[in-house]
């Protein structure tokens, strides 16, 4: 069983919240203001650590990584928090887990926010033996056009983290299929200039989702904007 850490964040009818690749639950959504965000609308929050990332189990097994497994992951997290239904938010890879949990347990999630994702998974696009080795210290590895670059170029100076785990999740998640179809009412938020999303108006379209699109902003910076929070609190409420 995959030991997983997650913080409860107090207030009413929480919010769970997945973090993406490389990324934790505290960097990605406390560091940002969502938290906070939702305490001022009387929300709590559940945020854990993925597999392979943060506080929680970190196997060097590309097989123990999926959007399934991850997905079941936190279907196992809501048990333990004792919720039965919930709305959520994804970013990056997070949301691609978050699509995989409403396809396993559409009838646990009420609405669901997901980000920073268009029609192309990007460890396979540009490729996965790419990725690994830009990991471990290559930094040549990578086209020099793949927006992953600068986010393992700091991933190399970074403490802490397991590159293994990453490299190994990185392979799992690109050996299965991109989740892009949603049963709950859905919205995608990207930003304007992030060449991740590509393809975010066809990925809306599959997910019958409404689109947002941030002005001005990339891959990190959507996730801290005001205006990302300013359409999915509202969302998420009605």
Same mark, same amino acid.
């Given at each position: 069983?995959?030991?997983?850490?997650?913080?409860?964040?107090?207030?009413?009818?929480?919010?769970?919240?997945?973090?993406?690749?490389?990324?934790?639950?505290?960097?990605?959504?406390?560091?940002?203001? @969502?938290?906070?965000?939702?305490?001022?609308?009387?929300?709590?929050?559940?945020?854990?650590?993925?597999?392979?990332?943060?506080?929680?189990?970190?196997?060097?097994?590309?097989?123990?990584?999926?959007?399934?497994?991850?997905?079941?992951?936190?279907?196992?997290?809501?048990?333990?928090?004792?919720?039965?239904?919930?709305?959520?938010?994804?970013?990056?890879?997070?949301? @691609?887990?978050?699509?995989?949990?409403?396809?396993?347990?559409?009838?646990?999630?009420?609405?669901?926010?997901?980000?920073?994702?268009?029609?192309?998974?990007?460890?396979?696009? @540009?490729?996965?033996?790419?990725?690994?080795?830009?990991?471990?210290?290559?930094?040549?590895?990578?086209?020099?056009?793949?927006?992953?670059?600068?986010?393992?170029?700091?991933?190399?100076?970074?403490?802490?983290?397991?590159?293994?785990?990453?490299?190994?999740?990185?392979?799992?998640?690109?050996?299965?299929?991109?989740?892009?179809?949603?049963?709950?009412?859905?919205?995608?938020?990207?930003?304007?200039?992030?060449?991740?999303?590509?393809?975010?108006?066809?990925?809306?379209?599959?997910?019958?989702?409404?689109?947002?699109?941030?002005?001005?902003?990339?891959?990190?910076?959507?996730?801290?904007?005001?205006?990302?929070?300013?359409?999915?609190?509202?969302?998420?409420?009605?």
């Amino acid at each position: 069983m995959t030991r997983l850490h997650v913080e409860r964040h107090p207030g009413a009818d929480p919010v769970l919240l997945v973090h993406g690749f490389a990324s934790t639950g505290a960097l990605t959504w406390e560091a940002t203001g @969502w938290v906070a965000a939702l305490a001022e609308v009387g929300r709590g929050a559940i945020v854990p650590d993925l597999r392979g990332h943060g506080g929680s189990d970190s196997p060097h097994d590309a097989d123990a990584y999926s959007p399934d497994l991850l997905a079941a992951d936190l279907v196992a997290v809501l048990d333990e928090e004792d919720v039965d239904r919930v709305d959520v938010i994804g970013y990056s890879m997070g949301s @691609w887990v978050s699509l995989a949990l409403v396809g396993l347990v559409p009838q646990r999630v009420r609405r669901l926010v997901v980000g920073g994702v268009g029609t192309v998974e990007q460890f396979g696009y @540009w490729g996965v033996s790419a990725v690994q080795a830009a990991l471990r210290d290559d930094a040549t590895a990578l086209d020099p056009a793949s927006p992953l670059g600068p986010l393992l170029a700091s991933l190399r100076q970074a403490p802490g983290v397991d590159r293994e785990a990453l490299a190994a999740c990185a392979e799992g998640m690109a050996a299965h299929p991109l989740p892009l179809t949603s049963v709950v009412p859905t919205m995608l938020v990207v930003g304007e200039v992030d060449p991740v999303t590509e393809g975010a108006e066809e990925a809306a379209r599959l997910l019958n989702a409404e689109l947002i699109v941030i002005p001005k902003r990339n891959h990190v910076t959507t996730l801290s904007a005001r205006a990302f929070k300013q359409a999915a609190l509202p969302f998420l409420a009605s």
